[in-house]
């Protein structure tokens, strides 16, 4: 099973290009393509040197563009080259900071940055094309159906009947809805990619334009589940999510978000529970892993 290698450039001519020190880097993820710099007045900036999609820049310009519509911003960029950027850095906390002991605020925040972004989207699309949204929303969603349920069925947690049921359920909704059952999101709206600034002004991080299955609503299921992943309290949010999704989501058709969702929690289980094992998940793990099983089962 292959997994998505993280591409970097050398930091180091970018650091002496720019008269930047570099003070820390691996803090987010472990990851190595984002650090901490600081300039000789000891003002500190976000460099980005990998992982940057082929709209990132773009989209962050739409997004200041039109910033005043939004119920958040993003950071500035202040400078850019070839597979980099420098952005401002944002003093404050992460969403997920607030996930247990503000955990209806956090969801609230996410939908309302989740419906805030479309507008961001529908502008950027006015002079751009993103690809094909039936066609490589169906590719995206089959491939990661059959990648992330992987590790679950060797772990014994399913069977391969169960996700074909699941793929068919896919493809008769496809059939139904043809390109409006896929929609343009960004991918992550999730608790470490939204930042609550010291002024308290928000700050969506990292813009991306993906086309993913659960038009209106993939954007706000892709929080709630990390959300899980990321919460210490394991049965105090797996019996708010049911009612969260309700509440936000109440002119959706229930069946079609339940099975979206049971995709999102196929992801978190087979993708980053069991198969990558990530350490930045809270509370009790088997527990978690267990109750992810249910939202994959719908048995809730």
């Known amino acids: 099973m292959k997994t998505k290698k993280e591409q970097s450039v050398d930091i180091n001519p970018i650091l002496e290009q720019n008269n930047l020190t570099l003070v820390e880097t691996g803090f987010f993820r472990n990851k190595k393509t984002i650090s901490l710099v600081e300039n ?9 040197t990998g992982g940057i999609e082929t709209h990132q820049i773009k989209l962050m310009q739409t997004a200041k563009e039109i910033e005043s519509e939004l119920c958040f911003k993003v950071p500035g960029i202040i400078k850019k080259g070839a597979g980099w950027i420098l952005m401002e850095e944002i003093s404050g906390k992460f969403l997920n900071d607030y996930y247990d002991c503000q955990s209806n605020r956090a969801v609230e925040i996410s939908k309302k940055i989740s419906d805030d972004y479309q507008k961001v989207l529908a502008e950027f699309l006015k002079g751009e094309s993103a690809g094909n949204l039936l066609e490589d929303g ?8 059959c990648m992330w349920s992987g590790p679950i069925i060797e772990a014994g947690f399913i069977d391969f009947r169960q996700v074909e049921k699941l793929e068919k359920e896919f493809e008769t909704a496809i059939k139904q809805k ?7 999101f960004h991918g992550n709206i999730i608790g470490d990619h ?32 990390f959300m899980f992943l990321k919460s210490e309290d394991n049965q105090k949010i797996f019996k708010a999510i049911p009612r969260w999704t309700k509440e936000y989501l109440s002119d959706e058709d229930w069946e079609e978000v339940k099975l979206v ?9 087979g993708w980053d ?25 719908r048995e809730y």
Do not use: C
């Not at 169906?138 to 159906?145: C, G, T």
């Not at 993906?210 to 299921?221: H, S």
């Not at 969702?261 to 289980?269: E, H, K, M, S, Y």
């Open 273 to 297: 529970a069991l198969f990558h094992k990530v350490e930045y998940t809270h509370g009790n793990m088997e527990e978690k892993k267990q109750l992810m099983l249910k939202f994959i089962k």
């Open 261 to 269: 969702f049971a995709f999102r929690n196929i992801g978190t289980l």
């Open 40 to 48: 000789k007045k000891k003002e500190r900036f976000i460099l980005k």
């Open 138 to 145: 169906k590719k995206w969603l089959f491939s990661r159906l």
């Open 194 to 225: 939204i930042k609550i600034a010291n002024d308290g002004n928000l700050y969506l991080l990292d813009l991306h334009i993906v086309p993913r299955a659960g038009k209106n609503y993939y954007d706000f299921l892709r929080a709630l589940d």
């Open 178 to 184: 043809d390109e409006k059952f896929f929609g343009w």
